[in-house]
């Protein structure tokens, strides 16, 4: 597979750069959004008393490399090693509050907030010497862990006597020339990789506390159950190192001196407890005109000009319910000692997370502490702030213990919340000249936003209490649904209508939210227009481009693939979008071979601009990684149930690719050091779906438009 890796063996020499102040100074107002909110030095960053730097960020590290990205960036203003940057994410006790991991905003907002803090440390120690040898700032040289004046040096520790920046980061900090930059735009290792590799503790799966102890919770069969009857008795009688079971509502769980034991007494209690009958979930009726028949919020989410004339040219396509998928299911450590609630937990929120659990359990903020550790695999909001909020009911139960639960397989895939299905239509009509007159867009979504977000009834164990907390309905249609629904395309008429209801299964965040759907409707039917219109795919969408980037990387994406060579029963598709239509710019190719009852990937290519580039290694692993995962998405995954229950419940149920499945890759990066950086984390989902369905048109002659693009839909 001709995919970028991190080179493990790759190392760092010190570095020393002497530079003196740039005349470029930013504007008040292009200070990024998180800085805004907290303008601190010291909410950034500290000045150790070795020389080296502590960074701040309330950012969770998911697998995409914030981390390494947010330590280049603070190393690269302050001339230093990477290896003399410390970074602390994520800690409701420590960092700052930057809400969700989420929206591929963690460069914008996070590492760029501590880019300006630690060039306006920068400054304020640079100051700090001046004042003190009296001498122009401007004589002054900057270097690391120090700053010289001919034959005169002094250290930061020096310099600070103990004390640490307390000043606030003002519109006039000077950035470092990047013309002088050691670090940005350089690809390096991830430190952390090193430890996954050799199984060391990082995830919070393998986290261990002294004294530690282990739960399970007790599923009802379905959504609506009420819990009837529960004897524990027989639990207490077989299995040994039971703790305690705790029963409110029709939450149940139970707390064991080991692992298996829990475990063991899950199983025993979901045989004998009785669950009162449940609505059954809508099946032996198409799924989509009944989620078309659902009560729903309807609104004109995006008009332009004038769209009342006649279309001519329709198409509808599907996405079906997906789920996250993590590769480790969910879990948490809560432990309630001396009146202080820890929990442990890979949320993408750990301060909405403190906030949910305050409402929740009914302690105050500050005697709530959560501390962000990295999961096992997941993009969105997968079962994290359910487990933390049921290990933290428990540990409240039977304080002074640490308690670890952790979800099964089982449950992971059954009650974790899902992306929603989408129904997607579109119409257009074409002028003389090929051009696109008018556009038509309706979608059909439930949210793509039930994170808990101080919201206790967004819980999965909310449904259970006694009373159970009721959810509010929604105000409006909510932003990520529409991800993506206005193409990025010079069309005079516009009309985009949703829909958004409220369906049978539960849903919340998935990696790039309606942007996955959005894309592979409107790309796929930019590509069935282009047949109608006689164009070539990549000239139909350049001429109704009038961004000059976004040109850009589709004419990069078609020097990279125009000397292939197509084989008989093979099609390449081609996809572009801008994601959020206001960051990176991202463009997809697929080439796809079928035979017989088999759709094979061979390759994914990918043209991506995201602007300034912090660290090119990540920004092509991350490209790499949304190829892969779409892929799958795309080719094999939806969520089955039946009337009373999800049935995806494992990997058989819910396939994903295998190892063997994984095409040919291969990532173009288009760096812009002159323009902003620009979120790239989800760009890259919808196009590949698009392509991919664009690709198995012309290899097979049968235009697909309900995902997955399983072998028996091309015999319909």
Not at 402 to 423: C, F, K, N, T, V
């Amino acid at each position: 597979m001709q995919t970028s890796r991190r080179d493990f063996l790759k190392t760092m020499g010190t570095l020393t750069i002497g530079f003196t102040l740039p005349s470029w100074v930013p504007e008040a107002d292009e200070l990024p959004g998180s800085l805004q909110r907290d303008p601190r030095i010291r909410a950034w960053l500290e000045i150790l008393e070795n020389g080296q730097i502590r960074v701040f960020t309330g950012k969770m590290e998911l697998g995409q490399g914030i981390r390494t990205a947010v330590a280049q960036v603070a190393a690269e203003e302050l001339s230093l090693p990477l290896s003399q940057v410390e970074v602390v994410m994520a800690d409701t006790d420590r960092t700052p509050d930057e809400s969700y991991t989420a929206g591929s905003a963690s460069i914008e907002n996070s590492a760029m907030a501590v880019r300006y803090a630690a060039a306006a440390a920068r400054q304020k120690l640079l100051e700090l010497a001046a004042k003190q040898w009296r001498k122009p700032v401007e004589e002054l040289q900057f270097a690391a862990g120090t700053i010289r004046w001919k034959n005169k040096q002094i250290s930061w520790k020096e310099l600070l006597n103990g004390k640490q920046l307390q000043d606030e980061v003002r519109g006039n900090v000077a950035l470092k020339p990047k013309g002088q930059y050691q670090l940005v735009g350089k690809p390096m290792p991830r430190p952390e990789i090193n430890r996954m590799v050799r199984a060391e503790t990082w995830f919070i799966q393998d986290l261990r506390l002294p004294g530690m102890v282990h739960a399970r919770m007790v599923r009802p069969p379905s959504y609506g159950a009420r819990l009837e009857k529960l004897d524990e008795s027989a639990v207490r009688k077989q299995i040994p190192g039971i703790q305690k079971v705790v029963v409110q509502g029709s939450l149940v769980g139970v707390i064991a001196t080991e692992e298996f034991q829990a475990m063991q007494a899950q199983w025993t209690l979901q045989e004998s407890v009785r669950w009162t009958d449940v609505q059954p979930l809508p099946t032996g009726t198409a799924l989509v005109s009944y989620l078309k028949s659902l009560p729903a919020r309807i609104e004109r989410v995006h008009e332009k000009g004038q769209p009342t004339g006649p279309t001519t040219i329709k198409a509808q396509y599907y996405k079906p319910y997906l789920m996250h998928g993590s590769i480790g299911p969910s879990c948490a450590i809560a432990w309630y000692q001396k009146g202080t609630l820890r929990v442990w937990s890979h949320s993408q929120g750990v301060f909405p997370l403190r906030e949910t659990l305050h409402r929740l359990l009914k302690l105050p903020l500050d005697r709530i502490h959560v501390i962000g550790m990295a999961g096992s695999g997941c993009y969105g909001h997968n079962g994290a702030d359910d487990v933390a909020a049921e290990a933290a009911w428990l540990a409240m139960a039977y304080p002074e213990h640490p308690i670890r639960l952790q979800w099964s397989r089982d449950e992971e895939h059954a009650w974790e919340p899902y992306g929603s299905a989408m129904i997607l239509e579109a119409e257009a009509r074409l002028s003389t000249a090929g051009r696109i007159e008018q556009w038509n867009y309706t979608l059909w979504s439930d949210t793509y936003t039930a994170r808990p977000g101080g919201d206790p009834a967004n819980l999965l164990l909310a449904r259970y209490l006694d009373p159970p907390i009721p959810k509010k309905p929604a105000s409006s249609i909510n932003g990520g649904t529409i991800r993506n629904s206005e193409p990025y395309y010079n069309i005079p008429d516009i009309a985009v209508d949703a829909h958004q209801f409220e369906g049978p299964l539960r849903v919340s965040s998935l990696r790039a939210l309606g942007a996955f759907g959005n894309v592979f409707a409107i790309e796929s039917f930019m590509d069935e227009l282009a047949e109608k219109a006689r164009k070539d795919p990549f000239e139909f969408r350049i001429m109704h481009l009038e961004d000059e980037r976004a040109i850009a990387v589709l004419r990069r994406l078609q020097e990279l693939i125009q000397n292939e060579r197509i084989k008989p029963k093979e099609g390449v598709g081609i996809a572009f979008a801008r994601y959020k239509n206001t960051a990176a710019y991202c463009a997809v190719a697929a080439r796809v071979r079928v035979t017989g009852n088999q759709i094979k990937v061979m390759n994914l290519w990918s043209v991506i601009d995201a602007g300034e580039v912090i660290n090119p290694d990540g920004l092509k692993n991350q490209t790499e990684g949304g190829l892969i995962q779409a892929a799958s998405w795309t080719l094999k995954e939806q969520v089955q149930f039946d009337a009373q229950q999800i049935t995806s419940r494992d990997w058989v149920s819910y396939p994903i690719f295998l190892m063997s499945e994984i095409p040919e890759v291969e990532v173009v990066v288009i760096d812009r050091p002159q323009e902003p950086v620009l979120g790239a984390g989800e760009a890259v989902q919808g196009p590949t779906a698009a392509a991919l369905a664009n690709a198995l048109y012309r290899a097979s002659g049968k235009r697909v438009r309900d995902l997955p693009l399983i072998p028996a839909k091309l015999k319909n």
